[in-house]
């Protein structure tokens, strides 16, 4: 089977207190923690990971890149295998297993895409993050629609904070949402005219 470039969401659930409080506590760094990607599970895209292959690249991902501080991601949605550090906007500091959930830490960078990033946060713009790796698939039994197991040649390759998931509930929320001033999904269709804005403010 060829290899293809994967690239799956899932939650990232932050709360505004843990964003507000790593703010002040780290000198205006944010770090935050959550879910990077999950084991055992139908995604929205149909692709299941085993988690002995999740288990195995998060291990490699941890000697190779986290401990040598380049365990960078981009901002947005590349269609690469490479990283482009012009667009690098975050680093993952660490991970871990929580049953069949990979948790990470991720801290957001005083890159110009990280500096956008943190600016998206403040303004409580919901983004979503995504794992990006290269790997085959094979299709399994499955209720329903189609369902297909990554195969054991998946290769890590980042984390990213994207604009527009495609799978529903992919988003972080760094801004508590009251019933009276909740922000509009429809607000910012346009999140290129969103990021122009805060490059103007620079």
Known sequence: ????????????????????????????????????????????????????????????????????????????????????????????????????????????????????LKELFKSGIRLGISSRGMGSVKEVMGEGEQTLEVQPDFELIAFDFVSNPSTHGAFLSPVNESKDSKIKSNKYNNINRIITDIITEF
Not at 4 to 27: G, H, K, W
Not at 35 to 52: C, D, F, S, T
Not at 61 to 85: C, M
Not at 102 to 116: A, D, H, Q
């Open 1 to 116: 089977m060829n290899k293809q470039l994967l690239v799956d969401y899932t939650v990232f659930e932050v709360s505004p207190q843990a964003i507000n409080e790593s703010l002040t506590q780290n000198n205006g760094k944010l770090i935050v923690s959550g879910v990077l990607q999950r084991a055992e599970a139908k995604n929205h895209n149909g692709r299941i990971y085993p988690k002995e292959t999740l288990m195995r690249e998060a291990k490699k991902y941890t000697n190779e890149f986290i401990k040598e501080r380049r365990a960078l991601g981009e901002l947005d949605h590349p269609d690469s295998s490479v990283v482009n550090l012009n667009n690098v906007s975050h680093n993952v500091l660490g991970m871990e297993f929580n049953g069949d959930d990979l948790i990470g830490k991720v801290e957001v960078l005083g890159t110009p895409s990280g500096n956008i």
